[in-house]
């Protein structure tokens, strides 16, 4: 142990030493509202019809490394603009990885807005890279454009995300600011649209008027977060650049055959989404009547983020726990979530499951 630590030492970059590997709650056998899931089976007809296809697939061979039936799929089914070129990563999160090995480096800079997506921080740590945050304003987490701005300036970052809808907050961000943040850009403007599925609104149209533009989305929040599929979407020349530090298999040959047949069903993707949309309304206004309950802000996501009595939110966060329901604890993680909790919205039975606890825990 000795010797190894000593390694580790001198071998493991700072930056690395220093970080904290990502961690996830273990569910165990509780309602599962922490992770911005989608709580939607697919019905047993069609599983079986899923399972057949699957039949089909070699696993002893390597996967179509262009994964180019999948694309052609996603290219006729989603809305991306015929001229852009088109990424596929292992999640989203692995196209950040992508983005932090191709542009990555000393002084090079990522920035974000904050409080914001955890993973732009974590990756651009170990791909060499600064962080900066610019905080959102405190009051309705909106952002600050003009902070936002003087940053841009005074710190040149390669890479700019914005997470629209943005997660922890909900909320989407002023379009006029987000395009002037964009128009500012030294470098390249990330858009994550991870949750554009519950928002309506999207910058994929304006990637063809914007060459620094990139706009990243996947399919987890719409029902398929076990298949691990990102997509980035950009000028065919960024693409290029990506593609070469992309690992040649990174999208296997289920997920491939999987996701070819999620999307000829996207209809059933779809009815869940406007179902969590429609709940999304309900739970917020039910949260918000809960005593004890202080803050609840409008959400365009598929989860809803409040504030609690001050210093109660641990004890809430554990109440929940003991009467079968896992949500996500904000509180701790970033000051401006100081009380904070997020839960994602589930069925409208784990909704209700969710509320009786939460009123209990609140009156405790
Ligand atoms: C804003 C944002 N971007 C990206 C992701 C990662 O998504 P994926 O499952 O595609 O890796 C998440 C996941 O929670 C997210 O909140």
């Keep these: 142990m000795t010797e190894a630590s000593e390694r580790i030492r001198r071998l493991v970059r700072p930056a690395v030493q220093a970080m904290q590997a990502y961690q996830v709650a273990e569910p165990g056998d509780l309602i599962k509202l922490d992770a911005m899931e989608n709580p939607y089976r697919w019905d047993p007809a069609l599983v079986d019809a899923w399972l057949e296809t699957l039949r089909g697939v070699q696993v002893n061979r390597y996967p179509d490394p262009a994964a180019t039936e999948l694309r052609e799929r996603m290219r006729s089914r989603l809305d991306i603009p015929p001229q852009a070129g088109l990424l596929l990563g292992n999640g989203s999160d692995e196209l ?10 000393r002084r090079r800079t990522v920035l974000a807005p904050g409080p ?14 600064e962080f900066v945050e610019v ?21 040149d970052p390669a890479i700019i995300y914005i997470a629209y809808p943005n997660n922890p907050t909900g909320n989407a961000f002023d379009r006029a600011a987000v395009d002037a943040v964009i ?9 994550d649209e991870a949750y554009h599925a519950f928002c309506g609104e999207t910058f994929m149209d304006a990637i063809t008027g914007y060459p620094q533009l990139l706009v990243m989305r996947t399919l987890s929040k719409m029902g398929l977060a076990g298949l691990r599929l990102g997509y980035l979407a950009a000028h065919p020349d960024w693409i290029g650049q990506l593609e070469k530090c992309r690992l040649p298999y990174n999208i296997n040959a289920l997920t491939q055959a999987s996701a070819c047949f999620a999307l000829d069903h996207l209809d059933v993707l779809e009815r869940h989404t406007a179902r969590i949309r429609a709940d ?29 009595a001050a210093g109660s939110a641990a004890g809430v966060h554990e109440g929940l726990r003991e009467r079968g329901v896992l949500i996500k604890k904000l509180d701790g993680t970033h000051p401006a979530l100081t009380d904070c909790l997020r839960v994602t919205v589930g069925t409208p039975e784990e909704n209700a499951r969710f509320l009786d606890a939460m009123t209990e825990v609140c009156a405790a």
């Design 183 to 191: 128009r500012e850009a030294p470098g390249i403007v990330v858009l």
């Design 116 to 129: 914001g997506f955890v993973m732009y921080r974590l990756i651009a740590g170990f791909t060499g890279m």
């Design 280 to 308: 999304r309304l309900v739970l917020h206004d039910a949260l918000a009547r809960i005593p004890g309950v202080e803050r609840v802000w409008p959400s365009q996501a598929n989860f809803i983020t409040c504030r609690v």
């Design 135 to 155: 905080s959102l304003n405190a009051e309705d987490f909106s952002l600050d454009v003009d902070a936002m701005i003087a940053a841009v300036r005074a710190h």
């Design 96 to 105: 950040i990885q992508l983005l932090g090995m191709a542009l990555g480096g």
